[in-house]
């Protein structure tokens, strides 16, 4: 993975020098929520989960900060409240969710060189909460998700977010490690 995640970045950002460098990283599946957690019993389907949803994530925070040395580095985890929170039927997201962001936690503190956010977005109307609506197993959680489908609840505005987001970072409103949600603040 380390040398095709370095490849990739050298094509596309070549060997320049930079004061600071920005990784945002947002990539995730939500995984099988037509289970609950008990219904996953293939030992492949699960390490393919965590080898996409983590290992990817942790090799490429790695090869990340070793690939631009002496510069300042930024890392943010798009987070989600699924790693504090439990919500049925998305057990393997939400856990995946938890490791990442205890993952980013441990990072900040090993590392106190470098600033490490982990933002929760909150709630949009995606195409996974839109696949989640028709796919959850868990009634209670399908009728979260179906409730903002609705308009009984709100979504969060992308832009909204991600620009909330940017000023938290830009500004330097954080702890290094700290997750924060788009309603705290």
């Not at 040398?3 to 995984?31: M, P």
């Not at 990340?64 to 699924?82: A, D, E, R």
């Not at 980013?104 to 839109?130: H, Q």
Request: glycine share 6%.
């Amino acid at each position: 993975y380390g040398d095709e995640i370095s490849s990739g970045i050298n094509a596309e950002y070549g060997e320049d020098t930079y004061e600071k460098v920005y990784l945002y990283n947002n990539h995730a599946l939500v995984g099988d929520s037509s289970k609950l957690a008990d219904a996953f019993d293939d030992p492949q389907e699960i390490s393919d989960y965590y080898v996409l949803n983590l290992v990817s994530f942790q090799v490429l925070t790695s090869v990340f900060l070793n690939k631009f040395p002496g510069v300042s580095h930024t890392c943010v985890n798009i987070s989600s409240i699924c790693g504090v929170v439990p919500f049925p039927s998305m057990s393997l997201y939400c856990s995946g969710k938890a490791a990442r962001l205890m993952y980013y936690k441990v990072l900040a503190e090993e590392r106190p060189d470098i600033r490490v956010f982990n933002w929760s977005p909150g709630p949009m109307d995606t195409t996974m909460t839109k696949d989640l609506h028709r796919t959850i197993a868990h009634e209670g959680t399908r009728e979260m998700f179906q409730n903002f489908t609705e308009g009984n609840a709100p979504w969060v505005d992308t832009d909204e977010s991600a620009k909330k987001m940017l000023v938290i970072v830009k500004n330097d409103e954080y702890k290094s490690g700290e997750q924060l949600d788009f309603y705290d603040r």
